[in-house]
């Protein structure tokens, strides 16, 4: 209904105004809208609503003590709040809330504090450059739409940081989720701070490539060791030289227990190449291939030098008399086709000298300054070569 105007005549009392019933009804039906209005009825005004000089003032239901005062803050110019056309409830800067469909324009706009953010996606729009002041990022899945996920970091270093006793890591799953491998840090006892570099371009003709593991089982191509400590390395065939030519070859025997062994020494003293294993004698063969020999540029014998009486020393090849008077020496058996022994006599006594098997009878002796050698045919000793003083009995 519109408002009700009450004629008042064009003078006083001339006759033409509204009679006082038809003016009394009038005020009485635009009291009754203003009081309909305000949420009453005909006849009563709302007891919840009431204005006042800077407020407007709504009272709970049932009425109790707590009341609730809209106001406007003093204009410093002309304004104009517009309510959306929808259904809803207003937003307050200290409110509890859940807001849905809006857009926040960040670069017109400041968010502070703690804020939570929840399981649904948060879809920032266009291109997000921006984000100062992140102490603290707690998500379950960050992904992007289009393209790779891009982390560009002022120092070009982003770090996954440890906690507690626990390094921090970077875990690259399967495709399907189901498995993943860890690249974690040193512990802190280690103390390190080093940049590892990861091989590409050239050094690996730029194309696709797998890291090694230090107890994986691999195979590995053009590289270098350079001052490398390898601990009983796997050789399959040969060691070759820096053209790819073979330095030395090895033939792989099955179950194989002795070995050659290299040793070498200090200063003035000699490196050695000798058998070594599992067995308890065993000789060391150096062959030439087919009908080649061994080529000597020099050769010595390892040397007993016995000063008294006793047995001449088995791992020894030149037996030196060097007694100042008559010397007696027992001689063993052999341990090996072909195996020489040379003797030699400076003392001032002749050098008595029985084998336990002699094909040429029982001994033999050598005067001062005098030598033979014999050789084990598998059985006994034989004399070869002699062109000593000497007396066989």
Request: hydrophobic share 35%.
């Amino acid at each position: 209904m519109t408002r009700q105007n009450i004629s008042i005549g064009t003078s006083a009392n001339d006759g033409t105004g509204d009679t006082l019933r038809s003016a009394g009804q009038k005020i009485n039906e635009n009291f009754a809208e203003i009081y309909e209005t305000l949420s009453g009825d005909s006849s009563k005004i709302s007891a919840s609503v009431s204005f006042q000089d800077s407020a407007i003032r709504y009272l709970g239901s049932p009425n109790d003590a707590h009341e609730t005062f809209l106001r406007v803050v003093t204009p410093t110019a002309d304004r104009d709040i517009t309510f959306p056309n929808d259904t809803g409830t207003v937003l307050l800067d200290s409110s509890t809330n859940t807001i849905k469909n809006k857009t926040i324009n960040i670069a017109d706009n400041t968010i502070t504090a703690t804020t939570t953010i929840g399981s649904t996606a948060v879809n920032l729009g266009g291109s997000a450059t921006t984000f100062a002041g992140i102490s603290s990022l707690q998500t379950e899945t960050l992904t992007n739409a289009t393209g790779n996920l891009l982390v560009n970091s002022h120092t070009y270093i982003t770090e996954f940081r440890g906690g507690g006793s626990t390094e921090g890591m970077i875990q690259l799953n399967c495709a399907v989720n189901s498995h993943g491998q860890i690249i974690r840090s040193a512990p802190h006892s280690v103390g390190a701070t080093n940049t590892l570099i990861l091989p590409g371009g050239s050094t690996i003709g730029n194309d696709s490539a797998t890291l090694l593991s230090d107890i994986g089982t691999q195979t590995i191509r053009n590289k270098t060791l350079a001052a490398n400590l390898l601990n009983e390395p796997k050789i399959g065939k040969a060691i070759n030289d820096s053209s790819g030519n073979q330095l030395i070859s090895f033939t792989k025997t099955a179950s194989a227990v002795n070995h050659v062994n290299v040793t070498n020494k200090n200063t003035s003293n000699h490196p050695i190449i000798g058998a070594a294993g599992d067995d308890t004698n065993i000789n060391l063969t150096l062959s030439g291939k087919g009908k080649g020999s061994v080529a000597i540029s020099k050769a010595a014998y390892v040397h007993d030098d016995i000063t008294a009486n006793g047995a001449a020393d088995s791992a020894a090849t030149l037996i030196i008399g060097n007694k100042g008077s008559a010397l007696a020496v027992t001689l063993g058996d052999g341990t090996t086709t072909g195996e020489f022994k040379i003797f030699t006599n400076k003392g001032a006594g002749a050098m008595t000298v029985t084998p336990t098997n002699f094909a040429g009878g029982t001994s033999f002796e050598l005067a001062q300054n005098e030598g033979t050698t014999c050789i084990w045919d598998g059985s006994n000793w034989f004399l070869i070569g002699n062109q000593s003083v000497m007396t066989i009995s």
